[in-house]
């Protein structure tokens, strides 16, 4: 079972900017697989053919930027077969290549430049065999807060000890232990509740941290996106109009 009832495509197409890969060793030593937790509860493809889609999106979308968070640390891939993954869609000529040593580059610099894909990952071992320095560690960059929560958890804004963590992360979604194809499995999508979780809690949570934190919030990870209204309060936290809205519509009339 996955987090989204869209695929990729859509995603992009719906104005997602942040896709969360759980990554696998594939079949053979050469493959790379999306799976969720493991590959015998859900198995979403190849990384290779997910790279694609989102290399083919950024061709015709070249003022967007996307960021993958690579995630293998409990289900190990070789990092030779990821390397071969980013080559072999050409997903690798958009990347930015490492974390810059002062500030992040600006939006349009990225954008002129073409390095217009962010790559984190949590595996140091991948990390440290890329040679051209494209996935930037996730640890001592990222501050992920508290997550993710079981159904009526209260949402909270910990941990308080950011160091030198210049991206934020919200988990926003919620678990529950659930069987699949035999085997039980912990923190598994709760696809439930969804108007209210993806509704006013999203936006309630979102202000709450960003309230408690000392960096602006990047990302809110939302499991089913496309239930409820997360689109409402994203558009409130960047400032930005609603659809068939401009700010025309607020200024004084005689």
């Given amino acids: ?26 079949a053979t030593a050469s493959d790379v697989s999306l799976c969720y937790p493991d590959c015998n509860a859900y198995n979403g493809g190849s990384l290779r053919d997910t790279l694609t889609i989102v290399k083919n999106w950024l061709d015709t979308n070249q003022r967007d930027v996307v ?14 077969a990821v390397l071969k993954a980013f080559a072999d869609s050409g997903a690798d000529k958009y990347v930015l290549m490492g974390k810059p040593a002062a500030a992040w580059p600006s939006l349009e610099s990225m954008i002129g430049n073409h390095t ?3 790559v984190f990952s949590d595996d140091a071992g991948l990390v440290a065999a890329n040679p051209k320095g494209y996935f930037i560690p996730h640890p001592n960059t990222v501050l992920r807060l508290d997550g993710p929560f079981t159904y009526g958890a209260e949402w909270t804004c910990g941990p ?11 988990p926003h979604y919620i678990v529950q232990t659930a069987t699949y194809n035999g085997a039980t499995y912990n923190n598994m999508p709760y696809p439930f509740n969804l108007g209210t979780t993806n509704g006013y809690q999203f936006e309630f ?48 009339h005689n």
């Fill in 160 to 170: 308080w000890n950011r160091r030198y963590e210049s991206i934020l992360v919200i």
């Fill in 1 to 26: 079972m996955g987090t989204q009832y869209f695929g990729i495509q859509q995603q992009l197409n719906d104005g997602i900017r942040g896709l969360h890969l759980n990554i696998t060793q594939g």
């Fill in 67 to 80: 960021t993958i968070f690579l995630e293998s640390a409990l289900l190990k891939a070789s990092p030779a």
């Fill in 205 to 252: 949570h979102a202000i709450t941290c960003r309230g408690g934190q000392s960096i602006w919030i990047n990302f809110m990870e939302v499991d089913y996106y496309s239930e409820g209204d997360v689109k409402t309060p994203t558009l409130k936290l960047n400032a930005l109009p609603y659809p068939n809205d401009n700010v025309a519509n607020f200024y004084p």
């Fill in 116 to 118: 217009t894909l962010v």
